[in-house]
């Protein structure tokens, strides 16, 4: 089985702030690799896919980075609506997927 | 619009049987790879279930020989039949359409609340 771990497990930021994000798969998965954000109470959403590509209507601000085991999420600067807890999955063992643990992002 | 929502959670206890229901909008669930993932509380997200447009399913070892994924063309809702219910299946589940373009999670259900106790 395919296992990821994300790190930080927690960061604290302020408004503007650059966030990098990693995430690293314990054996190459190419670049079948997503995130998501997701918001208390509410489903997760998707920003990134295919490691880097962003996913129709996510701002700019957002990217992703990385193939084979080590990927990055960037949020070049940090804005309010953003403080939330960010996860990446894989895809390579498609359909038995993989979700990281989980970086939150709160307010410094 | 494009949507999925959730129902059929609750209050069950130990080695009860509950079936959650997934209606979609916007698309057809029959066409498309179907997914469940869900969420215990505080924790991080685990993927729990598919079915393939052509039919075929998978499933976390976890669940396995428990629950059973489905769908219903007629309704173009997704199902999740869960037996032998465990505390640790507590949880919000979250139905989700898996793109074979972007290789992710695409859309997303709000969730229902599968609490298992005693």
């Known amino acids: 089985d395919i296992q990821m771990t994300q790190s930080p497990s927690s960061v604290s930021a302020s408004v503007g702030d650059r966030v990098t994000i990693t995430c690293r798969a314990s054996?190459?998965?190419?670049?079948?690799l997503a995130w998501y954000q997701q918001k208390p109470g509410k489903a997760p959403k998707l920003l990134i896919y295919?490691?880097?590509s962003l996913q129709s209507g996510v701002p700019s601000r957002f990217s992703g980075s990385g193939s084979g085991t080590d990927f990055t999420l960037t949020i070049s600067s940090l804005q309010p609506e953003d403080f939330a807890t960010y996860y990446c999955?894989?895809?390579?063992?498609?359909?038995?997927?993989?979700f990281g643990p989980g970086t939150k992002v709160d307010i410094k | 619009e494009v949507q999925l929502v959730e129902s059929g959670g609750g209050l069950i206890q130990p080695g009860g049987s509950l079936r959650l229901s997934c209606a979609a909008s916007?698309?057809?669930?029959?066409?498309?790879?179907m997914s469940w993932v869900r969420q215990a509380p505080g924790k991080g997200l685990e993927w729990v279930s598919l079915?393939?447009?052509?039919?075929?399913?998978y499933y976390a070892d976890s669940v396995k020989g428990r629950f059973t994924i489905s769908r219903d063309k007629s309704k173009n809702t997704l199902y999740l039949q869960m037996n032998s219910l465990r505390a640790e299946d507590s949880a919000v589940y979250y139905c989700?359409?898996?793109?074979?373009?972007?290789?992710?999670?695409?859309?997303w259900g709000q969730g229902t609340t599968v609490t298992v106790s005693s």
């Open positions: 999955q894989q895809a390579n063992s498609f359909p038995l997927f993989t």
């Open positions: 079915i393939y447009s052509g039919g075929n399913t």
């Open positions: 295919a490691a880097s």
């Open positions: 989700a359409r898996y793109d074979d373009y972007y290789y992710a999670m695409d859309v």
């Open positions: 916007g698309f057809t669930v029959s066409s498309k790879y």
């Open positions: 054996q190459t998965i190419s670049s079948w």
